[in-house]
């Protein structure tokens, strides 16, 4: 993993990140001013909905509770400010890693601003609606897809230490 250096640039972590944060962003922005709220829109019938809610707790509204309200943006902030920390100070060798945190940062950081900007995160993304499975956004895809990265990280050093042995 990471090495610490006094600084380091990182670039594809922080295209990543700064790209992601972006279409994050944009995205909801475009939703909010396009859709009504909890009014389903098929875009591919059976298969995909854009269906525009709010969501005051984290994944699957998980601590949406009143007790754990302030707790969210918070804790979005820290976990930015620690992954933005990494990416700056280490330097990161692996490009499946870097993107990987690039992604991660991008996905805290979208749903962060939501959180702090209006204490709810906008979701939009209902995948096989018949399903009931959670409605989501692009920052949680970041995030998913930047655990992807890090797994393919790990197993592609696993293999290069067996090589070295």
């Not at 993304?125 to 990265?149: E, K, S, Y």
Request: charged residues 20%.
């Amino acid at each position: 993993m990471g090495r610490l250096r006094k600084r380091q640039f990182n670039r594809l972590f922080w295209v990543v990140a700064f790209i992601g944060l972006l279409l994050d962003q944009i995205t909801k922005h475009w939703v909010v001013q396009n859709f009504e709220l909890g009014n389903p829109v098929t875009i591919i019938p059976g298969v995909l909905n854009f269906t525009y809610v709010l969501n005051r707790g984290a994944a699957w509204s998980i601590c949406s509770g009143e007790n754990c309200r302030w707790i969210l943006p918070w804790l979005s902030v820290i976990v930015s400010i620690g992954i933005a920390g990494y990416g700056l100070f280490m330097r990161i060798e692996d490009r499946w890693e870097r993107a990987g945190w690039g992604f991660i940062l991008a996905g805290a950081m979208g749903n962060g601003v939501d959180r702090v900007k209006a204490g709810e995160v906008v979701d939009f993304i209902q995948a096989f609606p018949v399903t009931r499975f959670p409605v989501f956004n692009l920052a949680d895809i970041w995030i998913n897809v930047g655990i992807a990265c890090l797994l393919i990280a790990i197993l592609l050093e696993a293999k290069r230490e067996r090589q070295r042995s």
